[in-house]
């Protein structure tokens, strides 16, 4: 494979978006194709609006790329396996130029944006035993592959675009696509159940929850499965972080829910969103799920209606080992109701619909 690239074509569902091109020192620039900028979109809207302008991010938060193209890279486990691919191959990913990880993507990739030229390490699959996966990342987890003998192409082809943590499978169920989690070796064996549960809680409390099912499994209650919401109909939707679209990490916790409710008075084309957000945070915060950081909010782009919409809620789980919120309340860690209402008040939300909402999740929660 090619260690140097010095220019990518950024495509989104076949359209041409534009380029990056890597000059001197290293720095990275991206700039619209011009057919683009007459009928697209800006891909992120506060660093990105369409313009001719070459754009260069001179912060090194994300290796001198746009957040909106690191969220295109994967981290965690998927990161993991491409490390490990490439360290079969005599390759350190982590040494590797930014626009030469985004060669590597396949098209399971998340999001809508792909680049080219790729070199896709392997080809997407479709048949998968869960079971087997599930034994196989946990073999990597415990870094035992290497004396193992067991399809690690497989599990890489399945798995490589992930972010998060927990090892996860990209399949096909149907004509649907979905991300599949495992649990490690230290989740109880019904982490499975109890996500699938805590989104049901969620969904019921009146979220707009991802689709999601338990995939069946002989070795313990279930796989927790979430349909993939950045393809519908075969076709991709564009999807950008919160953190991605503020310019920074989500493995710094810097961010207030406040900067959420920001964002969404200024892109969102459904204000509706803040109230939504409103019922997000509050449920995280009387649920317990503190994994709350900027890269576990997204927004995504509506064709329809021309703008940006706050996307479906994903990764709901209890985190009762954090101590505080990943993004804060009001400025706190561990918020109270009044931190909750506060943040309401200087979003300037209704006081009177913000207090029914935090009853209601309160009455399904603890009753």
Known sequence: ???????????????????????????????YESEWIDNGFSISPLSLPLSSKVFINNKDTFSGLYGVFSDSL????????????????????????????????SNNG???????????????????????????????????????????DALYALG?????????????????????KFPTSTDPQDIGLQEYLANQLAKDCGIAVNEFKLFSSKNCVGYFGAKRFDIKNGKRIHMVSLSSLLETTHRIPNLDYQHLFQLIQRISVNQSDLYEGFSRMCFNVLFGNRDDHGKNFAFIYDDAKRG?????????????????????????????????LEVAKR??????????????????LFT
């Open 308 to 340: 940006y919409r706050l996307s479906p809620a994903y990764d709901t789980t209890k985190t009762p080992r954090k101590k505080e919120h990943e993004m804060t309340v009001n400025g706190s860690g561990i918020p109270s109701d009044l931190d909750l």
């Open 347 to 364: 979003m300037k939300l209704s006081r009177v619909e913000c207090e029914k909402i935090l009853s209601k999740l309160k009455e399904i």
């Open 110 to 152: 998340l999001g809508a944006l792909t680049y080219e030229p790729t070199q896709a390490l392997i080809q997407s699959m479709q048949n998968c035993d869960l079971d087997e996966l599930a034994r196989d990342a946990n073999l990597v987890l415990c870094d035992d592959s290497y004396s193992q003998d067991f399809d690690f």
């Open 1 to 31: 494979m090619k260690t140097v690239v010095k220019k990518l074509i950024v495509k989104y569902n076949d359209r041409t978006v534009g380029y990056l091109v890597e000059f001197e020192n290293s720095k990275i620039a991206f700039q």
């Open 160 to 180: 490589g675009s992930s972010g998060g943590a927990r090892p996860k499978a990209h399949i096909k169920d149907g004509a649907e696509h979905w991300i599949v």
């Open 74 to 105: 994967p981290d965690g486990w998927g990161e993991l396996l491409v490390s490990r691919m490439l360290s079969k191959k005599g390759i350190n990913y982590s040494k590797l130029p930014p626009l030469v990880k985004l060669t590597l993507i």
